[in-house]
């Protein structure tokens, strides 16, 4: 089995990086000053226990690649993204090729399936950051993260099985999940807090915003009669996933939160905050917050405003709230 990861940032960076330091073949798919750093002097990944370069084979472009039975897509770009990242993929790969889907939302399995015939779902908990090229830092050892993955929309197949030992083998815990997509609505409740942090900074994680936010998550989960799941607080496996000081500096915020750090313009809103406006639209269900939230975070990245800038009465006044609603 041949890994191509296409979208090599922080999350497909390590997975690609730790499965090809476990012997496996890896071809990362990156462009620009990430892609051209991790070609000319490999990929250093970092750790709370230190750090390694690995080697390996990078190219820009799906249509670089000669793909072959046996390689599995780990698709890891920004959902935003998504749509022409399978549009270039789709027009080098057959559309054989298995696809897992190592993202946050619950869009882009749907995307994937509209190109390539055997889709996979994943949930990734791993507090792993891209801040400068050609550089991943981790912030989780000796386990780096918990990658579960099961087919789309659901089901299990020895593909499946297949993946999850493989990263297994490379510093992950992974099971193979039949009903995947609940445990992904699990994970975008967790993730719909994830612009509140960018927008007030990490101690907005606790406050009224983040709150509402998922109280209107779970209304739109009722009336559209999703049942999701999550890893229990206390369970072995979560525990497993620490965030610890690498090289002495804290983890900086969540996935949203480095978007806005490093001014790219964009983040993942419209598939996190968004995700639940669209199912409150669908069922009549309100989502105010939600829909303040994905409109300011959009305005921040489009006028590339640092994170942390605002507050949580902020968000609630543009919802139209009262700053002090519980």
Known sequence: MRFIVHGAGAIGGLAGGRLHAAGHEVVLIARGAHGTAMRERGLRIVDPDGSRTVAVNVVERPDEIAFADGDVVLLSVKTQD?????????????????????????????????????????????PALYLEPGVVRVHSAPVAGLFDLGRYPSGVDDTAAAIAA?????????????????????????????????????????GRAAKLSRAEADACYAAAGIEPLVEAAGSPRRTAVVDLPVGGTERVGGSTYQSLLRGTGATEVDYLNGEIARLGR?????????????????????????????????????????????
Request: aromatic letters at 6%.
């Open 282 to 326: 669908l069922h009549g269900v309100p989502t105010p917050v939600n829909t303040a939230v994905q409109r300011l975070a959009n305005e921040h990245a489009r006028d590339r405003v640092a994170p942390g800038t605002l507050t949580d009465a902020d968000i609630l006044r543009a919802a139209g709230l009262d700053g002090d609603a519980s």
């Open 166 to 206: 493989a990263l297994s083998e490379a510093t992950f815990l992974s099971e193979v999940r039949p009903d995947i997509m609940r445990w992904k609505y699990g994970k975008l409740r967790f993730n719909i807090a994830n612009a509140v942090e960018a927008l007030c900074g990490p101690g907005a994680l606790r």
């Open 82 to 126: 998504t749509v022409a990242a399978l549009r270039d993929l789709a027009l080098a790969a057959p559309a054989t090729t298995p696809v897992v889907c190592a993202q946050n939302g619950v869009a882009n399995e749907d995307f994937a399936l509209r190109a390539f015939d055997t889709v996979y779902g994943m949930t990734v908990n791993c």
